[in-house]
């Protein structure tokens, strides 16, 4: 049965603030996973290694959906994102204050974990109030939110470059503005995380193709955000010209995310998701035919939305199918899910262009999207098979 689409269904405070809150942390994400692989590709490190520094991260996010029910339970859900807002500002200050390899390691995967608790609560406290028919558009508004930020931040360091504090600076400033728009959440969305919990080996039985597919979109996120910047100075661009790189990813999910959002409400949330897998998979195939030319823009632009698109319709499908402690067990499988997948895109990137060259990062992650799509048709098969019969 349809929700019922009133208007008055939207806690449009609780909306605004969650999106500004989780717009801070975005720029300074999409501003840091630039700066730190540009940073070690200018220190000569390799691929598979900038690969598992990268994906320290989501090591730290994979951590994080274990304490965060906990955490929120016990110092209540806006204390513990306003704590996590200003520990992260501090924390990006430290890379340029040790600007070593090996102590790098441990900064991302603390960076995982705090910035993870922010999206996640974030997600709960978004999900909780976009209710109705009108709920895959309202998390569209959520994704293009993310996306914009996302792509300024990185943006930032084609203007600022790669070296000194200035970069950090910018970012942890950034953060510590943070505290401002989570301290707008009612205190009403803030304690829905602390219903009983739900745990995620229990929510597992229950949506297993959504969670895959999330684990596959991570995996693409993983990879494009850690070696599509690296994929550009590889085919010779400038480190500030392959920092835009990822703007134009962020860009696609800017204005699509709202009408991948429309699609869903209007048509099928899994129809529309298998479209955004089809789109994507034919970016990734022609990345090798267009980094030298002008095209890569518009492709990378395409990509990012169809990409990102899966998120999107997955949220939407989660908060159409789930409620209360499932709801917030789904979020935080969410967070697990994307945090595994991340964590394998970003090694398998790294390894396959260290195996077959730089176009062994677009390639590996083809074969895991063609990989879902034919998963896809032989459950349909075999759904269409039982009806028959």
């Keep these: 049965m349809t929700d019922n689409p009133n208007t008055d ?3 449009w405070r609780n909306l605004v603030a969650a999106c500004a809150a989780v717009c801070v942390f975005a720029f300074s994400l999409g501003e840091m996973f630039p700066l730190l692989a540009l940073n070690m590709e200018s220190w000569g490190v390799s691929e598979s290694v900038i690969g598992l520094n990268t994906a320290m991260a989501p090591i730290g996010i994979l951590i994080a959906g274990l304490i965060i029910p906990r955490m929120s339970h016990a110092f209540g859900a806006k204390r513990v994102a306003m704590f996590m807002a200003a520990a ?3 924390l990006f200050l430290l890379y340029p204050t040790f600007p070593s390899l090996w102590v790098w390691f441990p900064l991302r995967l603390l960076q995982g974990i705090f910035v993870a608790t922010l999206f996640a609560l974030s997600e709960a406290w978004v999900l909780g109030n976009a209710k109705g028919a009108y709920r895959g558009r309202v998390v569209g508004i959520y994704a293009t939110s993310i996306s914009a930020t996302f792509g300024v931040g990185a943006g930032v360091v084609g203007w600022t470059g790669i070296e000194g504090y200035l970069p950090f600076a910018i970012g942890a400033g950034i953060l510590f503005i943070a505290v401002l728009p989570i301290s707008l959440v009612s205190e009403e969305a803030a304690n829905a995380g602390d219903q009983p919990h739900v745990s995620m080996l229990s929510f597992l039985p ?3 193709l959504l969670l ?3 684990s596959v979109h991570a995996m ?10 690296i994929y550009g100075v590889r085919h010779g661009m400038s480190t500030s010209t392959a920092a835009l790189t990822i703007t134009a990813l962020s860009l696609g999910n800017v204005f699509f995310q709202i009408p991948i959002g429309w699609i869903a409400d209007h048509t099928s949330k899994r129809r529309t998701m298998i479209g955004c897998f089809f789109v994507a998979s034919a970016c990734l195939a022609l990345f090798p035919f267009a980094i030298a030319t002008i095209w890569i823009w518009p492709l990378v632009l395409i990509a990012g939305a169809a990409g990102f698109g899966i998120y999107t319709v997955g949220l939407a499908e989660l908060g159409d199918r789930f409620s209360g402690p499932d709801l917030i067990a789904g979020t935080s499988a969410f967070s697990t899910m994307w945090g595994l997948g991340a964590l394998i895109g970003a090694a398998l990137c790294g390894k396959a262009m260290d195996l077959f060259g730089p176009h062994g ?3 590996v992650l083809l074969v895991v999207f063609v990989s879902f799509i034919l998963i896809q048709a032989a459950r349909g098969f075999r759904a269409a098979r039982r009806a028959r019969s």
């Design 9 to 11: 269904q939207i806690n």
């Design 88 to 90: 992260t500002g501090l």
């Design 206 to 208: 229950k949506a297993p």
């Design 212 to 214: 895959i597919a999330i």
């Design 220 to 229: 693409f996120d993983g990879g494009m955000l850690g070696f599509l910047s």
């Design 361 to 363: 990062f677009p390639g």
